[in-house]
């Protein structure tokens, strides 16, 4: 079975997930292609039999890109463009709600057969003023929660190779969380996304936020670092800045109350950057 592996990842949790699971099928005799969805064309994604599609769980949704991506291939020639089955393997830090089944349902009104969807919990990676509850973990805590969702991976991993069908998150707790997260996440962003800045004292104008910004929405310039109005929030800026220079609200300034997360091994990953 040729199987293509879809990812966007902000900080690295979702992109050790695609890794993973790349060499886990390999070890099982099953070929598999892993995808960054900014850097990949869909016809070459969906060249395959079974597209897994690794997510990070952003208020019980999926990050814009990978938004973006199927509503590219609704939009593209059926002519070139083929549907694989689909598989979706979302992970949080703590509470996923509906998301998979929610898109499900999205994906199947548009024509696609969607035959798993379940998740991994990995760790926080979120700690930013009046998102504080859960904070990002230190490295042993982090190391182990990896270790239990790469395990929980390769289940849901084993299940889908054998034909199950699976799909989590559709009790009544969870469509009750998920419409509250969806309902509440955009006016939530709307307030974070005013509250980016720069500290010039720290900034060392090294331009890897830049660098790293999956929209462009970052420039450079003179006057400093500007941010313009297509930010995401994957908060790829506020985590792996090397001066914890980017602040999302002045309090952040606190870095060892608003721990930056720096992925999943505790150094940042160049390959990951734009």
Request: overall charge positive.
């Amino acid at each position: 079975m040729r199987i293509s592996l879809l990812y966007f990842s902000s900080t690295g949790n979702t992109r050790l997930l695609a890794d993973h699971a790349r060499d886990w099928l390999e070890c099982h005799r099953a070929a598999a292609t892993v995808h960054e969805v900014l850097k990949s064309r869909p016809v070459a994604v969906l060249d395959c039999e079974l597209l897994i599609v690794f997510y990070p769980v952003w208020g019980s949704d999926m990050p814009e890109p990978l938004q973006v991506f199927f509503e590219g291939v609704e939009h593209a020639s059926t002519e070139h463009i083929k549907r694989p089955a689909v598989a979706l393997v979302g992970n949080c830090g703590i509470f996923t709600g509906d998301t998979g089944v929610y898109w499900k349902s999205r994906l199947e009104r548009r024509g696609w057969d969607v035959v798993y969807a379940d998740h991994a919990l990995m760790p926080v990676n979120i700690n930013v003023p009046n998102f504080n509850l859960w904070k990002v973990p230190r490295a042993a805590e982090r190391e182990e929660i990896i270790r239990r969702g790469g395990r929980k991976l390769e289940r849901i991993l084993a299940g889908i190779l054998a034909g199950e069908r699976r799909y989590v998150g559709s009790g009544p707790l969870d469509h009750l969380g998920g419409w509250l997260q969806r309902t509440f996440y955009e006016p939530g962003l709307r307030v974070w996304k005013d509250e980016l800045a720069v500290a010039a004292e720290r900034c060392t104008r090294c331009g890897l936020c830049q660098r790293m910004c999956p929209t462009a929405n970052i420039t450079l310039g003179d006057d400093g670092v500007g941010f313009g109005g297509e930010c995401i929030f994957c908060l790829k800026c506020f985590n792996l800045c090397p001066a914890g220079a980017v602040l999302v609200g002045a309090r952040s300034r606190d870095r060892e109350q608003y721990r930056r997360y720096k992925g999943p091994t505790g150094t940042p990953r160049p390959e990951l950057y734009r």
